[in-house]
């Protein structure tokens, strides 16, 4: 069984044609496009998987007492494709889809916009079109004037007057 090495830097460039099975990064895939050929040497991040389309008659090993046998499937032609739509991006030997339209994941110190769809006690829950829905805590909200107090029962219920748009 012929092993073939290449180097890291032409794992990128491997990506330049299309006719050779491989995708630039800058093209959008659709699921079920091929990205690569088994010989690109590459590992499947998010967004892909390998397609086996024929598995040889297994090989088998046995130790040297030949207590011990091991048989392992040949596989051939390992495509590596796309499972959702996206940009594809690869770091090092890692290829992976980055979705087109994704849901947003904020950071800690972001600024964002949402609606406040509930007012719970102490606190208003808050639509940021993300995964799920974000809390947002009497105690993190600035009083009129910039006062600076504990918050009280008072201020709960002039929760909706703090906030307005």
């Known amino acids: 069984m012929p092993i073939f090495m290449r180097p890291a830097v032409s794992v990128l460039s491997s990506f330049s044609k299309i006719s050779s099975g491989s995708i630039d ?9 091929l990205i690569s050929f088994a010989g690109d040497n590459l590992i499947t991040g998010h967004g892909t ?28 032609n390992l495509q590596m494709r796309a499972s959702l739509a996206g940009r594809v991006k690869a770091v090092n030997k890692l290829v992976y889809v980055e979705p087109l339209k994704a849901r947003y ?7 964002i916009v949402g609606r406040i769809i509930e007012v719970e006690q102490r606190r208003w829950r808050v639509d940021v079109n993300s995964f799920q829905v974000a809390n947002l ?12 107090r504990r918050k009280s029962e008072d201020d709960e219920r002039a929760m909706r007057s703090y906030i307005k748009v």
């Open 25 to 33: 990064t800058r093209d959008v895939v659709v699921p079920g496009q």
């Open 49 to 76: 998987f390998r397609n086996v389309d024929k598995i040889n008659t297994p090989k088998t090993f046995t130790d040297q007492e030949g207590s011990l046998e091991l048989s392992i499937p040949e596989c051939q």
């Open 137 to 148: 805590s009497l105690a993190n909200v600035k009083l009129p004037g910039g006062e600076m």
């Open 105 to 111: 994941s904020g950071n800690i110190g972001e600024t």
